[in-house]
């Protein structure tokens, strides 16, 4: 009798889940599915805000214009075109047709007019700053110049490659930068997180920085002759861009 009030007292406790625990796992349950849509619903709020909200009604705001030509003519014509529309330009008046294109180069100015004697006015912008803005800085001086009397003639001093008149192949190059260094860590720590130790990630994360940043090298520049030039620059940023994204999310 002993043995068997003995062996009864020892069996493993058995039975229905208690209402605690049930709804303990029911909370669990209700957590995981709400985890599966946060990041995606972060990800949509972040585009509509950062992409949407960004180029929704555009508007040139104290863009800096440099204006070159004879004294009186320059001062005449970088105050009509503040009084056309103040909030849109910051002019500044430049020693001559040399110091403008200088200025516009180096990106210290979205564009410049070069204003003569004999009645023209050349405008200069830079395709590969921005497509918009060269476009934006030709809208605001072509009505002043052409209003002016003057012959208007207009100058690329860095067009944009002829396969990429848009300026966009930058753009989703990048992109394609910050995915490859993103997506392999993040599925590796959904899946297989035991692989993340830091002596064996490191020299994989940076053989796949080089791999897959020549590879977008390689395609954006020979193939489509989006990326022209600069070779070790451009790689450089392309593997340096992938480890870096990569190597965020080992800390």
């Known amino acids: 009798?002993?043995?068997?009030?003995?062996?009864?007292?020892?069996?493993?406790?058995g039975g229905e889940p208690t209402?605690?625990?049930?709804?303990?796992?029911?909370?669990e349950h209700i957590g995981r599915y709400v985890a599966i849509f946060v990041m995606p619903f972060l990800m949509v709020g972040m585009m509509i805000t950062g992409y949407l909200y960004a180029m929704h009604a555009p508007a040139p705001q104290d863009m800096p214009?440099?204006?070159?030509?004879p004294t009186q003519q320059a001062y005449d014509f970088a105050?009509?075109?503040e009084d056309a529309d103040p909030d849109a330009v910051d002019v500044r008046i430049v020693a001559d047709d040399a110091a403008a294109r200088d200025l516009v180069l180096a990106r210290e100015?979205?564009?410049?007019?070069?204003?003569?004697?004999?009645?023209?006015?050349?405008v200069y912008t830079a395709g590969?700053?921005?497509?918009?803005?060269?476009?934006?800085?030709t809208g605001l001086l072509a009505p002043q110049v052409l209003g002016q009397g003057l012959d208007l003639t207009a100058r690329d001093l860095a067009p944009l490659p002829e396969n990429d008149m848009a300026g966009l192949g930058v753009m989703f190059m990048a992109q394609a930068l910050m995915l490859a260094g993103y997506m392999p860590l993040s599925i590796m720590l959904s899946n297989s997180p035991e692989l993340l130790r830091f002596r064996r990630i490191v020299p994989l994360l940076a053989g796949w920085?080089?791999?897959i940043g020549s590879l977008v090298w390689l395609v954006a520049g020979p193939i489509l002759g989006v990326i022209q030039g600069h070779t070790a620059t451009v790689l450089g940023i392309c593997w340096l861009?992938?480890?870096?994204?990569?190597?965020v999310q080992l800390f």
Request: hydrophobic residues 45%; without cysteine; charged residues 15%.
């Open 209 to 211: 920085s080089v791999l």
């Open 19 to 27: 209402e605690a625990e049930l709804a303990r796992a029911r909370k």
């Open 1 to 13: 009798m002993t043995d068997t009030i003995t062996l009864e007292k020892n069996d493993p406790p």
């Open 65 to 69: 214009i440099a204006v070159a030509g």
């Open 109 to 122: 100015v979205s564009g410049a007019v070069s204003l003569s004697d004999a009645g023209t006015a050349t």
């Open 128 to 137: 590969a700053a921005g497509a918009s803005q060269s476009s934006l800085v």
């Open 241 to 247: 861009s992938i480890f870096a994204v990569g190597s």
């Open 79 to 81: 105050r009509a075109l």
